[in-house]
């Protein structure tokens, strides 16, 4: 049952603990140790290995399933490196404020590199579970002991040692640990049905966008078009000085440049950028991660935007024949690229750029449905979208929950008995 705490409390970081619990140390609970980097140079210590080997990015704050890499029965034979069993509970030491702190469990024996500390508990007395989720909800205190004092914000193993710990009974270690596993099992099979529909989105943008599936009703024939046949180029002054000056990320869309780069980048002189308004396109030809040929995206979060005139920007001739909604899921998904593939000149990439040409860019063909089939697409993807969005918003809901329920359970301020 779970029940208000009904003893007496004292002081213990800024909040109150019961008098029942008692403060400690890492190290007068666990063992900490850390592993190795085995010498990359010895292909023999990584090639065809099959021996997980944890490093800072397998952590997930979570079960630690699997791993990017593996190494050698060798490379565990040849130097210093360890298998550390299941449960073991790893603690990001490098990596600045964003790694410090980050941890995982084992799910299964794993090695680890040099910049994790592995705590090894007695299970009698700790759960695993339970001191995963205390130092996941703690993990802000590793910032007030690197922040005043290193130029260089890591931790070391002696740190991890004497992290604060409430050793609290066992039983109600293992209660409180019962209970946020459910709701972690509840995060996690959230987050697996969003998975599965995003790949169902995929399925749907690879073969109703390309014409390989047809809904059903729908037989006309898709025709081969240019760009300009379909759109007219937007080279709008900012005659009036609107200052929304923005940035098309290739992962967010149209962003206020303060808000993406923290400040304006934008000339003083704002009036000769391109004015773009709501529902046009603009091309963005810079090249990122998963958009190698640079990004298209549409205008949906302002009235108005002011861009650079290094973008492409246009918008649709006719909109009783040709569908926005259809046109936007057509960019993101990238189907421009094999065109782009041949037009863009190599030599724009050293800067950062890919050197196509509105001209060339116009030119591009493209093979589209009818309006009739461009809406009916658009409502079917924009239907998987929405359903994405909505299992996204329950996860953050899931977690928020979570924490809240961590910050009662780990504090007493609700004390949780009887439940194992």
């Excluded at 609970?29 to 944890?54: C, D, E, F, Q």
């Excluded at 923005?246 to 206020?256: L, W």
């Excluded at 950028?273 to 949906?300: D, M």
């Excluded at 998904?333 to 782009?340: S, V």
Aim: positive net charge; aromatic residues 8%.
């Amino acid at each position: 049952m779970i029940k208000e705490n009904d003893i007496t409390t004292k002081p213990f970081y800024n909040t109150t603990i019961p008098s029942d619990w008692k403060e400690v140390r890492i190290k007068d609970i666990g063992k900490i140790t850390s592993g190795t980097t085995p010498l990359r140079s010895n292909m023999a210590y990584h090639r065809n290995g099959i021996i997980p080997w944890v490093k800072t990015t397998d952590l997930n704050n979570s079960m630690i399933v699997h791993t990017e890499e593996k190494i050698s029965e060798l490379a565990l034979k040849e130097t210093s490196l360890r298998i550390y069993p299941k449960d073991t509970i790893l603690v990001a030491m490098y990596g600045g404020f964003n790694q410090i702190g980050r941890t995982g469990i084992l799910g299964m024996g794993a090695t680890i590199n040099q910049a994790l500390s592995a705590i090894s508990v007695n299970n009698n007395e700790t759960d695993p579970i339970f001191l995963l989720n205390w130092l996941n909800a703690k993990v802000g205190l590793w910032k007030n002991l690197t922040g005043s004092s290193r130029k260089d914000p890591n931790i070391t193993s002696k740190d991890v040692g004497d992290f604060p710990f409430l050793k609290i009974p066992i039983t109600e270690q293992r209660a409180i640990a019962q209970i946020l596993s459910l709701m972690d099992t509840a995060i996690v099979k959230n987050n697996q049905l969003t998975a599965k529909k995003e790949l169902q989105k995929k399925w749907l943008i690879q073969n109703l966008l390309t014409g390989k599936k047809r809904l059903e009703g729908f037989k006309v024939e898709w025709k081969e078009v240019t760009m300009a046949n379909l759109f007219e180029r937007v080279t709008r002054k900012n005659s009036e000085v609107n200052s929304n000056v923005v940035t098309i990320s290739a992962q967010r869309g149209f962003v206020r440049q303060t808000d993406f780069f923290t400040k304006s980048i934008a000339s003083e002189i704002i009036d000769n950028y391109f004015l773009v308004e709501k529902g046009e396109f603009c091309y963005n030809k810079s090249y990122s991660n998963g958009y190698p040929w640079g990004a298209t995206k549409r205008l949906n979060d302002f009235d108005k935007a002011v861009v650079t005139t290094l973008y492409i920007c246009f918008r649709l001739k006719n909109l009783q024949k040709s569908s926005g909604d259809f046109f936007e899921q057509y960019f993101e998904a990238n189907l421009l690229d094999r065109g782009l593939t041949k037009i863009a000149h190599e030599g724009g990439r050293a800067h950062g750029l890919l050197n196509v040409t509105p001209s060339d860019f116009f030119s591009l063909k493209i093979t589209v449905p009818n309006f009739e089939e461009q809406t009916a697409i658009a409502q079917v993807l924009q239907a998987a979208d929405k359903e994405i969005q909505l299992l996204k918003a329950k996860t953050e809901k899931l977690r928020e929950q979570k924490k809240g329920m961590m910050q009662v359970l780990l504090t007493g301020k609700i004390r949780v008995k009887n439940i194992v």
